[in-house]
């Protein structure tokens, strides 16, 4: 159940995210599926940076009555980067091992033995589209802690250099097609947005 991947991906802070949801909703994009999450993520840092960093992430599925309905344990291995932006604006991000967490995170960070750890907890509702042929996933973050706000994110898989870069040309215009056009998108993740924030 593991497997290896790239992400193009891209962040814009929101000033209301229920206005976006909304405005994803009420768009053209053909909406495959949604769901409404709230992520409970632990990152380990490691004393060689060479290693990469691990997530162990507590995935609770919310319904639309605002109960959690299953919960989902994984853990995913992050490599380092490979290119630092495509486009000056669209992050290309490192190889993702993904395999089910069966233990707990006690054990995990017993077994692991990380020389650091970061927590970040946020209310997601995501949104699997279809534009121009092509597959995205848009994300509406509201951040529980830390206090970093709420941000929109688009996603896609991708698995070569030339895809990238076709993939990182729609999530622009993808991005002007939701109406965003005057905000500087944020090519981090969240876990280096923290971090910044820290120094």
Known sequence: MEE???????????????EMVNRIKDSDLNV???????E??????????EQGRLRYREDH??????????????????????DQQTQDKVMLSRSRYLA????????????????????????RKRFLVEF????????????????????????????????AEHKSQLVLELLEYLGIDDIHPIASD???LLKKLEY
């Open 190 to 192: 969240y876990i280096e």
């Open 61 to 82: 599925f919310i319904s639309e009555r605002n109960e959690i309905t299953n919960v989902r344990s994984r853990l995913t291995l992050i490599g380092l980067k490979r």
């Open 4 to 18: 290896e991947s790239f992400e193009v991906q891209l962040k814009v802070k929101l000033t209301d995210p229920a």
């Open 100 to 123: 089910p967490a069966t233990q707990s995170l006690r054990f995990y960070k017993e077994y692991f033995n990380p020389t650091i750890t970061h927590e970040i907890n946020k209310d």
């Open 40 to 49: 409970y993520d632990t990152y380990f840092f490691f004393e060689d940076p």
């Open 32 to 38: 495959i599926r949604k769901r409404h999450y709230r």
């Open 132 to 163: 121009k042929d092509t597959e995205f996933f848009i994300n509406v973050d509201q951040f529980m802690e830390p206090q970093l706000g709420s941000f929109l994110e688009i996603k896609s898989r991708t698995w070569s250099r030339k895809d």
